[in-house]
T-cell receptor, first 110, second 111 residues
Framework: TQLLEQSPQFLSIQEGENLTVYCNSSSVFSSLQWYRQEPGEGPVLLVTVVTGGEVKKLKRLTFQFGDARKDSSLHITAAQPGDTGLYLC??????????FGTGTRLKVLA | DAGVIQSPRHEVTEMGQEVTLRCKPISGHNSLFWYRQTMMRGLELLIYFNNNVPIDDSGMPEDRFSAKMPNASFSTLKIQPSEPRDSAVYFC?????????FGPGTRLTVT
């Protein structure tokens, strides 16, 4: 069974701080995605990484795929209240079939 | 363009009743996914279709759950009979290759 563990589970920080969220597995994934979910809505795709060691940036968000394609990280610089939400990683466990991680619930205080 | 449409948005029903959740995927997408989300278990894949054909239903909890996709623009997830432990938010998502687009979800409460 492929599992994706995310850490930390919960994170509460002040506006302007930096943070890193981790997504780890013992399985190799051909690609990995990060989503953000706000209350009452479905997850929204932020990024897809497909190559080991790949780094992608989306404004203040930096995503990295591990060299062995078993883990990933999401770094947010100068967090803002609008970054508040549930962050989910998802690894491709079969053709177009993604397995979701346990989630990190982030709260950014103004 | 409209996103993934789900109905109803909220459903409250009594144990033993039949529940049908509906999904209209984004036009042109060839894959459709049904997920269930709870605090305890997170987001779980129940079943997914490719070109209207069920590909993997290994996540369907038991025989009380069934899903159909009669055409490219409509899918249903049915629970019969429903039980309190089925209470969750059910999401439908559609994709063309790697990018999944989720609907707003149906919050199901079984009393």
């Amino acid at each position: 069974t492929q599992l994706l563990e995310q850490s930390p589970q919960f994170l509460s920080i002040q506006e302007g701080e930096n943070l890193t969220v981790y997504c780890n597995s013992s399985s190799v994934f051909s690609s990995l995605q990060w989503y953000r979910q706000e209350p009452g809505e479905g997850p929204v795709l932020l990024v897809t990484v497909v190559t080991g060691g790949e780094v992608k940036k989306l404004k203040r968000l930096t995503f990295q795929f591990g060299d062995a394609r078993k883990d990933s990280s999401l770094h947010i610089t100068a967090a803002q209240p609008g970054d508040t939400g549930l962050y989910l990683c998802a690894g491709e466990g079969g053709t177009y079939k993604y397995i979701f991680g346990t989630g990190t619930r982030l709260k950014v205080l103004a | 363009d409209a996103g993934v449409i789900q109905s109803p948005r909220h459903e409250v029903t009594e144990m033993g009743q039949e529940v049908t959740l509906r999904c209209k995927p984004i036009s042109g997408h060839n894959s459709l996914f049904w997920y269930r989300q709870t605090m305890m278990r997170g987001l779980e894949l129940l079943i997914y279709f490719n070109n209207n054909v069920p590909i993997d239903d290994s996540g369907m909890p038991e025989d009380r759950f069934s899903a159909k996709m009669p055409n490219a623009s409509f899918s249903t997830l049915k629970i019969q009979p429903s039980e309190p432990r089925d209470s969750a938010v059910y999401f439908c998502a559609s994709s063309m290759r790697y990018e999944q687009y989720f609907g707003p979800g149906t919050r199901l409460t079984v009393t």
